[in-house]
């Protein structure tokens, strides 16, 4: 079983991640900022908690995508090191193979 990894497409899923993460930050703080006027007050009390429920979840979900790109980045950089290295050590067993006669 061969398994194939292109890093370029780890990067690029990457990338997506920071950009949800950059979508998320800017939901929770749109959500910051909404106002509870015009509603009564018992309203206005349930639109608060469930604004700041929905900031709260926006909040932790740029976080964990933030750090979903962090881990693919890092992917991406030990697929590359580990096919440098074993690029290097395929060269020296290759270079050190003579016939016996």
Do not use: C, Y
Request: glycine letters at 6%; proline letters at 2%.
């Amino acid at each position: 079983m061969t398994l194939h990894v292109e890093p370029a497409k780890v990067q690029s899923t990457a990338a997506a991640w920071d950009t949800e993460n950059l979508h998320l930050t800017a939901a929770a703080k749109q959500l910051h900022g909404v106002g509870t006027g015009g509603f009564t007050p018992t309203v206005a009390s349930l639109v608060g908690q469930f604004v700041e429920a929905w900031e709260a979840i926006a909040t932790r979900s740029a976080r964990v995508s933030e750090s979903q790109a962090d881990g693919l980045r890092r992917t991406a950089i030990d697929i590359l090191r580990t096919d440098a290295t074993t690029d290097i050590n395929a060269s020296l067993v290759l270079s050190s193979i003579k016939e016996l006669r």
